[in-house]
T-cell receptor, first 115, second 113 residues
Framework: NAGVTQTPKFRVLKTGQSMTLLCAQD?????MYWYRQDPGMGLRLIHY???????AKGEVPDGYNVSRLKKQNFLLGLESAAPSQTSVYFC??????????????FGSGTRLTVV | AQTVTQSQPEMSVQEAETVTLSCTYD???????LFWYKQPPSRQMILVIR??????QNATENRFSVNFQKAAKSFSLKISDSQLGDAAMYFC??????????FGKGTRLSVIA
């Protein structure tokens, strides 16, 4: 099993450009998440999804949009990239959290630099 | 909102010694889960250990163990017999059935040979 796959792994954008980060999981997980990691800030939740066709805002949603048209994919879009969005982005997935079933699986991250 | 606090930005330990990383959290829920993740320079997020709040027994995984104090909302990680490969960022995280994982800001652990 591949687990959670993020593409691309690295990207450099110019201010104002747009791009989409793709997250794909093959574990039939219901829930998917996008986090960003900045030095000294830990991981902060951007958006998440509890099922196909549903999305919800996290702690730092501004400047990002997401879509979950298929259960296995969760897309993160930047419509007009800003230098403040320079970060490492992590996707994760999980089953619906219940007792005895609450593990998260993380992708390997995408390093995005906006110049 | 739930919060997770790691009060030690950096820690160091001599090889073969024991080190404890601190974590406190704030929540009004009674049923939740706590995690410690390791992030080496490769930036991969590696699950070290996890604890279910309804279980009183502290979790252990080989050289890694936790001290879970539910009333004090404290969840510390003890690493015994530290090895050079333990050097990494360590993140404490909280989650529940209706709350995505909330992370602390991390503790950078150095292991001195």
């Amino acid at each position: 099993n591949a687990g959670v796959t993020q593409t691309p792994k690295f990207r450099v954008l110019k201010t104002g450009q747009s791009m989409t980060l793709l997250c794909a999981q093959d574990m039939n997980h219901e829930y998917m998440y996008w986090y960003r990691q900045d030095p000294g800030m830990g991981l902060r939740l951007i958006h998440y999804s509890v099922g196909e066709g549903t999305t919800a805002k996290g702690e730092v949603p501004d400047g990002y949009n997401v879509s979950r048209l298929k259960k296995q994919n969760f897309l993160l879009g930047l419509e007009s990239a800003a230098p403040s969005q320079t970060s490492v982005y992590f996707c994760a997935s999980s089953y619906r959290i219940t007792r005895g079933r609450y593990g998260y699986t993380f992708g390997s991250g995408t390093r995005l630099t906006v110049v | 909102a739930q919060t997770v606090t790691q009060s030690q930005p950096e820690m160091s330990v001599q090889e073969a010694e024991t080190v404890t990383l601190s974590c406190t959290y704030d929540t009004s829920e009674s049923d939740y889960y706590l995690f410690w993740y390791k992030q080496p320079p490769s930036r991969q997020m590696i699950l070290v250990i996890r604890q279910e709040a309804y279980k009183q027994q502290n979790a252990t995984e080989n050289r890694f163990s936790v001290n879970f104090q539910k009333a004090a909302k404290s969840f510390s990680l003890k690493i015994s017999d530290s090895q050079l490969g333990d050097a990494a960022m360590y993140f404490c995280a909280y989650g529940s059935w209706n709350t995505p994982l909330v992370f602390g800001k991390g503790t950078r652990l150095s292991v001195i040979a």
